[in-house]
């Protein structure tokens, strides 16, 4: 009987091994944003040549005008890092609600909500010290924005009302209520629709100025009016490590996950959703209100003006974020400069190439239509097979054969005469009787 002895370990993987796993894994997550982005630069491309005077040199030059607006130089990077900070905020608030399985429409109305609460703290209290007025009106609007989203989840949660329509009257009603604590209590008494200025101490500083104070007495400084970045951006950097945190590495980050994919086995598996959801949507909301009030602190003119929200488009514009960053961190980084470089190259673009500022609101329309067409699995599956990368895992090398030895069969005789007896010998009876009766079945 032959039997084979204990086969021998296969050797580790090779280095090249895992970095072909890592590079395929790499591919995966990326391939459909850049093919999204990809393919709606190359959309708008073509509509600026099929537009009156266009040309293939008009779209290069727009194209460079548009780059050399938003990153071209360290002053442009600067611009457009300050609309990057509260794009990555309310892209982490709709991206965390998208775990979860649910569409988070409300970002703008709790950024509204966040900043309004901020201003109004600061107008209350404008002789506390920065220490102490800066940490409360970021953590008042990040609770007001937690409320705010905290509603639309406790109806989802409670009634089963959908999430799209109560977040969408939640924004109008956000925009109405700030409107009118503009134009009534808090309006700056020689002003029209405004408030007046936050009190210096409620300002966040400058990161160039802060640079200065700290390094300016033996490096070059930095003229603060030319880089107006703020330290908004550090907490918004922040603000992406706690996401990855909470989505990563906690249990509940892992729920959200569960009920996204499958609800029902969520809570067959005992989730308690209902608590899960309205967690989900306060946390969004937290994230939202805290991008208004690093853009009001912020930037000037430092005041709150009405009807100004309701046409902001940041909260619109984390939408797209979150889908061309695939609710992932890093995603939601990288997604937000593309955005933001968007926003910021526009208005140069529009001045120095003749090109309207509308190619933005284009190219941003092309990249959701990408995304949401799922056009790269589509071609992918049209590839034939050579052409497309396979899945399956490649086959360790080095692998031996394993040794076969024979062993003497149950009443043969040993060197003494003796019969040697083997173990198993029912399990192979039973192995050939199971080949006999496949046999037969084949010949029926």
């Known amino acids: 009987m032959a039997v084979p002895t204990v086969q021998p370990r296969s050797p580790e993987p090779r280095p090249e091994f895992w970095l072909l796993a890592w590079a395929r894994k790499l591919g995966n997550s990326l391939g459909r944003p850049v093919f999204a982005v990809v393919l709606s630069m190359i959309a708008g491309a073509i509509v600026i040549m099929i537009s009156p005077g266009g ?33 990555i905020l309310t892209g982490l608030g709709v991206a965390i609600a998208f775990r979860a399985g649910l569409f988070n429409i ?20 404008p002789h506390w010290p920065a220490w102490a007025l800066i940490p409360l009106m970021l953590i008042a609007s990040i609770i007001a924005g937690a409320i705010w ?31 009118y604590l503009i134009d009534g209590p808090f309006k700056a008494p020689s002003q029209a629709t405004q408030t007046p200025p936050l009190p210096a101490q409620a300002t966040l500083p400058r990161i160039s100025t802060a640079y200065d104070q700290l390094l300016g007495g033996f490096l070059p400084r930095i003229d603060p009016n030319a880089y107006n970045l703020d330290v908004g951006f550090l907490l918004a950097l922040l603000a992406l490590v706690v996401y990855w945190f909470i989505t990563a590495r906690t249990t509940f980050g892992y729920e959200l996950r569960v009920i996204g994919q499958n609800p029902k086995a969520a809570r067959y598996a005992g989730i308690r959703t209902g608590r899960n ?13 805290l991008a208004g009030a690093i853009h009001l602190m ?28 695939r609710t992932t961190a890093i995603g939601v980084l990288l997604a937000s400069l593309f955005f933001g470089g968007l926003r910021q190259g526009g208005y140069l673009m529009q001045l120095n190439a003749n090109i309207p500022g509308d190619l933005v ?3 941003q329309a092309l990249v ?45 005789a040993s060197s003494n005469g003796e ?15 199971v080949e006999r009766h496949s046999e037969r079945v084949e010949e029926d």
């Open 106 to 125: 409300g970002a703008e109305g709790q950024l509204a909500i966040g900043a309004m609460v901020a201003g109004m703290i600061a107008f209350k209290e």
């Open 277 to 289: 959801i309205f967690l989900v949507m306060a946390i969004s909301g937290a994230f939202s209100g």
């Open 149 to 179: 989203g905290g509603i639309a989840g406790w109806l989802k949660a409670w009634r089963g009302a959908h999430e799209v329509v109560t977040t969408i009257m939640l924004n109008w009603i956000a925009f109405y209520l700030t409107d």
């Open 368 to 412: 959701l239509f990408c995304i949401a067409a799922e056009f790269l699995p589509a071609i992918q599956r049209a590839l034939p097979a050579w052409m497309s990368f396979s899945r399956r895992p490649a086959l360790a090398t080095g692998i031996k054969e394993p040794t076969v030895i024979d062993l003497p069969r149950e009443g043969a």
């Open 361 to 363: 609101y284009i190219i």
């Open 55 to 87: 040309s293939p040199g008009a779209a290069a030059s727009a194209y460079q005008t548009l780059f050399q607006g938003s990153f071209g130089d360290p002053q442009s990077i600067s611009f457009t890092l300050v609309r990057v900070g509260p794009l």
């Open 298 to 325: 912020g930037q000037f003119p430092y005041t709150l003006i009405a009807t100004t929200f309701s046409i902001d488009p940041t909260g619109f514009d984390a939408i797209a974020v979150s889908l061309l960053g």
């Open 419 to 433: 019969p040697v007896p083997v173990e198993g010998d029912a399990a192979a009876t039973d192995s050939a009787t």
